[in-house]
């Protein structure tokens, strides 16, 4: 090749990365409003679900705000946000965001527990990067039952769950 074919080459690869970087530039401008309402629409599924609250299988983001806004209270205590579950002026019960150490990465997930915040009445996992054999199984109903009914605390006052791998000490 010679130095003209060179250029051609090197002029033509600049400009096709200039034209793809704005439109992806474009791209994530045009759709950023829509995945953050996305967003929200998921961590708002998670409180609900995890506190029992009914929905559809597959609810639009605006049923899961409808549901959230008529259920729901937030509040923040001790730097910890809270999520209320209130039903006729009662407290139902309450969820909170946890996350922990996995394997590969965080796990992250919401925790429910009964409205004296004693026995743990949900869970679910949001975001792993668990592989999809056994870490994933966090995922499964089965594991996730396991939780429900289990006081929060031991008699001694300390946290009374902890997950560890099959066979490892828990102490």
């Avoid at 937030?74 to 730097?79: D, H, I, K, V």
């Avoid at 579950?85 to 946890?98: E, I, N, T, W």
């Avoid at 869970?123 to 990067?129: D, L, Q, R």
Wanted: charged content about 25%; hydrophobic content about 40%; proline content about 3%.
């Amino acid at each position: 090749m010679d130095k003209k074919e060179n250029t051609k080459t090197i002029l033509f690869a600049v400009v096709l990365a200039v034209v793809c970087s704005a439109l992806l530039t474009g791209m994530k401008l045009a759709t950023s409003q829509r995945q953050e309402a996305n967003m929200l629409a998921f961590q708002r599924e998670n409180i609900l679900r995890v506190l029992g609250i009914e929905l559809a299988d597959e609810p639009d983001s605006a049923e899961i705000n409808a549901a959230y806004e008529k259920n729901i209270e937030e509040a923040s205590q001790n730097g910890l946000e809270i999520y209320k579950y209130v039903a006729d002026g009662q407290l139902k019960s309450v969820a909170v965001a946890f996350e922990g150490p996995g394997l590969w990465n965080k796990i992250k997930g919401y925790l429910a527990l009964d409205q004296k915040m004693e026995t743990i009445i949900g869970i679910t996992f949001y975001e792993h990067e668990e592989t999809p054999g056994l870490g994933g199984e966090i995922e499964k109903a089965w594991f996730r039952q396991q939780f429900i009914g289990k006081p929060l605390r031991g008699e001694d006052g300390r946290l009374a769950i902890r997950i560890v791998k099959p066979g490892m000490a828990t102490g």
